[in-house]
């Protein structure tokens, strides 16, 4: 004796399942078998079975279910016809939600319903094709396991959009502005295996703020932004500024090495600005110091530039 099963395929008539099936009904109301289930459940699977040899056709898996419904409604067991209904209902929720992601991804894995929703992706293409057919994958994940029934329901109805549901799941940030008042000072771990010390000069500063974006970018999805790059990057104008205006010192001025640490360091620990008179008593060392602070801050920001787009 054979049964269809939904694929279509005819696999052997098993009558423990069925008895298997009635009594997990029983067990998640009862929380255990009673010989009361054991004789219901024997006795639903035993008619089938008669019903299944003098049937002029094959039994389908809905139509077994169906005979043990009718077999535990008959019963004065309505509560627990009720969670076997209610168990079946969701496996078929579960069944067709399968299927309908299954169709999603064979549109999109072969391209066969095009959109082109975003402007930087062609869903043709190798790229597009796969970031679409994960955008598929993810989204269910988010709403499968992730999101309550009320949300999914409101998003399902269109009544409120989860914004960027693909990503949800993993859940990472989006549209982050990075700390890097804190990041440059103290320095970070850059997720190889490395920990990167803070800036000390603001050539490194904007070095550091372009492989952030680029780590970050990597990390997320969405923006990654600086809010204040401009006041972030005054400490380290000035931490230049203190080294050129000590080679100042030390190759215009011809200072020696002790007297040149003893203002170098007052000037650190004071957090002097760059226009401090401190620093303006030799015009020349001055204006050298501010030209190559200036010099340095404007390689250092083409730098960021060039790492960034390129």
């Given at each position: 004796m054979y049964?269809?099963?939904?694929?279509?395929?005819?696999?052997?008539?098993?009558?423990?399942?069925?008895?298997?099936?009635?009594l997990s009904a029983f067990i998640e109301i009862d929380g255990q078998v009673s010989e009361y289930a054991l004789i219901k459940a024997g006795n639903i699977a035993d008619y089938i079975l008669e019903y299944a040899k003098k049937a002029d056709h094959l039994l389908d898996v809905e139509e077994v279910q169906d005979m043990v419904e009718t077999g535990l409604m008959s019963t004065k067991r309505k509560d627990v016809a009720k969670a076997y209904i209610s168990y079946r209902q969701e496996r078929t929720k579960e069944r067709n939600r399968r299927d309908e992601v299954q169709q999603l991804v064979r549109e999109k894995l072969y391209a066969l319903n095009v959109q082109n929703q975003n402007a930087n992706v062609d869903e043709h293409s190798f790229g597009g094709r796969k970031g679409e057919v994960d955008s598929v994958v993810m989204k269910n994940i988010a709403l499968s396991d992730l999101i309550s029934p009320k949300a999914v329901k409101n998003h399902v109805e269109n009544r409120v959009y989860i914004h960027d549901l693909d990503a949800y799941a993993v859940g990472m940030h989006?549209?982050?502005?990075?700390?890097?008042?804190?990041?440059?000072?103290?320095?970070?771990?850059?997720?190889?295996?490395?920990?990167?010390?803070?800036a000390n000069s603001v050539n490194t500063a904007f070095q550091l703020v372009a492989v952030v974006f680029q780590l970050q970018s990597l990390q997320q999805f969405g923006g990654v932004s600086a809010t204040h790059l401009d006041w972030t990057m005054v400490p380290y104008v000035?931490?230049?500024?203190?080294?050129?205006?000590?080679?100042?010192?030390?190759?215009?001025?011809?200072?020696?090495?002790?007297?040149?640490?003893?203002?170098?360091?007052?000037?650190?620990?004071?957090?002097?600005?760059?226009?401090?008179?401190?620093?303006?008593?030799?015009?020349?060392?001055?204006?050298?110091?501010?030209?190559?602070?200036?010099?340095?801050?404007?390689?250092?920001?083409?730098?960021?530039?060039?790492?960034?787009?390129?």
């Open positions: 049964i269809v099963k939904r694929d279509g395929r005819k696999v052997p008539f098993n009558q423990n399942k069925i008895i298997d099936a009635i989006n549209c982050l502005s990075v700390p890097f008042d804190k990041i440059l000072a103290n320095g970070f771990f850059d997720g190889k295996q490395t920990d990167v010390r803070g000035r931490k230049s500024f203190y080294k050129h205006y000590a080679d100042g010192c030390k190759y215009i001025g011809n200072l020696d090495e002790d007297n040149l640490d003893k203002i170098i360091t007052y000037a650190r620990n004071e957090q002097l600005s760059i226009d401090d008179d401190y620093f303006k008593e030799d015009s020349k060392i001055y204006q050298y110091a501010l030209d190559m602070t200036k010099k340095e801050v404007h390689q250092a920001v083409e730098g960021m530039y060039h790492n960034l787009n390129y």
